[in-house]
């Protein structure tokens, strides 16, 4: 069984609605390491050493996280300079990371038709994503195609608790993929969402 560290960053969970749900759904057998950055961390010390065993004793990482300004909340973006060391995540005998696995879970003010080329954001969201993509590739780690929750001030309570069923079975499907098909369709996906309905034809359009 692959084990699952969940790397939280909200500046300000108390206001929280989308991260909120997400986080609530999650099943307990799901065992994984839930850590949550602003609470452990809210004077940005990071005590690196205890990060680095957490990620050697894991196999998929998650870092979720609402956009700010097109990018992660300033402690995750601290953890990410402080904790992912030369010669130890990447660069000469960098290998530590090597073969583990990235998902990255997100959710965004902008609905998913705003973050197209032709939409008010100019670009799609992977491309707004692509510096932790290549960060997760520098690494040696594989990065999974990110679980978005589009649109978050517009999501009704309906298509918030399916969004968040949808992360919990995400996190299952991940987990019991002993044959490696799931994350080879997964793969195939722009976003990890839409490659959920073939599991749940109900799950409602998040655009
Ligand atoms: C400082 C700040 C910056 C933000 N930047 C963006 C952004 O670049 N793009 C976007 O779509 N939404 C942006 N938003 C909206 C948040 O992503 C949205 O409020 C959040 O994802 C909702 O999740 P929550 O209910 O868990 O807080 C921003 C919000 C704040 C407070």
Same mark, same amino acid.
Not at 100 to 110: A, D
């Given at each position: 069984m692959p084990r699952l560290l969940l790397v939280f960053a909200h500046p300000a969970y108390d206001h929280s609605r989308v991260h909120r749900h997400l986080l609530q759904y999650l099943p307990d057998d799901l065992h994984l390491t839930f850590r949550d950055l602003y609470e452990l961390y809210p004077d940005f010390y990071i005590e690196i050493e205890e990060e680095k065993q957490l990620l050697r004793d894991h196999d998929i990482v998650i870092w979720q996280h609402p956009l700010y300004w097109y990018s992660c909340p300033p402690l995750l973006k601290q953890w990410i300079d402080l904790v992912l060391e030369f010669g130890w995540a990447y660069g000469p005998?960098?290998?530590?990371? %090597?073969? %583990?696995? !990235? !998902?990255?879970?997100?959710? $965004?003010?902008?609905?998913?038709?705003?973050?197209? /080329?032709?939409?008010?954001?100019?670009? $799609?969201?992977?491309?707004? !994503?692509? /510096?932790?993509?290549? $960060?997760?590739?520098?690494?040696?780690?594989?990065?999974? /195609? /990110?679980f978005v929750a589009f649109g978050a001030h517009r999501l009704t309570d309906r298509t918030l608790f399916d969004l968040s069923l949808d992360y919990a079975r995400l996190l299952r499907h991940l987990m019991d993929d002993e044959d490696g098909s799931f994350v080879q369709a997964l793969m195939r996906c722009e976003y990890a969402n839409d490659c959920l309905p073939t599991l749940h034809p109900t799950l409602p359009s998040t655009s």
């Open positions: 005998g960098g290998f530590a990371l %090597k073969g %583990k696995r !990235l !998902l990255q879970v997100l959710s $965004t003010g902008g609905g998913r038709h705003a973050y197209q /080329p032709d939409g008010f954001h100019r670009h $799609t969201l992977r491309q707004f !994503l692509i /510096p932790f993509e290549r $960060t997760a590739h520098l690494c040696g780690m594989e990065y999974l /195609p /990110p």
